[in-house]
């Protein structure tokens, strides 16, 4: 598959990790979570697993995170947001693209395919819907501006950030509005996006929809649950996008 070099709406230039498969016209988009990159374990996991399996996968690092350029400061969910629709701006015509987000990657899959039928299967990994309920738990005591997520110098918290949070409040709307295939995973532990996001917005949402619960897994799952989770997603795209 020959992909462009991505670039977003205002120039920056998106880091991108491919996984050829030999399914064609199909491409699999994997987003992270805040303060994340392409490079984190869960990602890389998911995207050979799927290659393996014959599914073309290209890792996203958004603008501000990892090697992409950009400002962390500026990563919100609404920039991402962008960055995402940016990127199905560049792919080549014909393709049918499923994404799958972890975490604020989640959020930033809901809200685009809301409203962008290009995304024809949507995959949540421990999604965060009520994003500002996430602000208040992890960072309410952080000064904007001035302190960092997660005590992490790479990862200020900026007011861009609090108030991106805080205005959307939560996602439960554009749940409502999905009409595509949606695959939901949650680990049973998970104390930083509530498996209760899931629930609810499995709840919310309209059918095709899935949600599977892997006990005893925390946010970002682990090497012992990567299989489960490639085999659902697996699962779940031969049946919606093969």
């Known amino acids: 598959m020959d992909l462009p070099e991505f670039r977003n709406r205002v120039g920056e230039k998106l880091d991108t990790s491919f996984h050829p498969g030999n399914r064609d016209d199909v491409l699999v988009l994997l987003g992270h ?34 090697n992409s350029e950009g400002d962390f400061r500026h990563a919100t969910i609404t920039k991402e947001g962008r960055d995402l629709r940016d990127i199905l701006d560049a792919l080549p015509p014909g393709l049918k693209v499923a994404y799958i987000g972890h975490s604020m990657g989640g959020a930033v899959g809901v809200s685009v395919a809301a409203e962008d039928s290009r995304i024809r299967v949507l995959v949540s ?3 965060m819907v009520r994003t500002e309920a996430f602000y208040e738990r992890e ?20 007011q861009k950030h609090v108030d991106d949070f805080c205005a959307i409040g939560d996602l439960f709307d554009e749940v409502g509005q999905i009409n595509v295939p949606w695959l939901l995973i ?12 899931s629930r609810d917005a499995y709840d919310t949402a309209e059918e ?27 699962d779940w795209l031969d049946e919606y996008l093969a």
Request: aromatic residues 8%.
């Open 139 to 158: 960072f309410s005591g952080v000064v904007a501006d001035k302190g960092f997520m997660w005590d992490e110098p790479a990862c200020p918290l900026s």
């Open 33 to 66: 979570g805040v303060t994340g990159n392409k490079d984190r374990p869960l990602l890389v996991a998911a995207a050979e697993g799927l290659a393996a399996k014959g599914w073309p996968c290209l890792r996203i690092s958004w603008s501000g995170n990892g």
């Open 208 to 234: 095709p929809k899935r949600l599977i619960e892997i006990k005893g897994a925390g946010h970002s799952f682990d090497e012992s649950s990567y299989p489960q989770v490639v085999s659902s997603i697996a």
């Open 125 to 127: 990994l421990a999604g």
């Open 186 to 197: 949650h680990g049973t532990e998970d104390d930083v996006v509530l498996p209760e996001d």
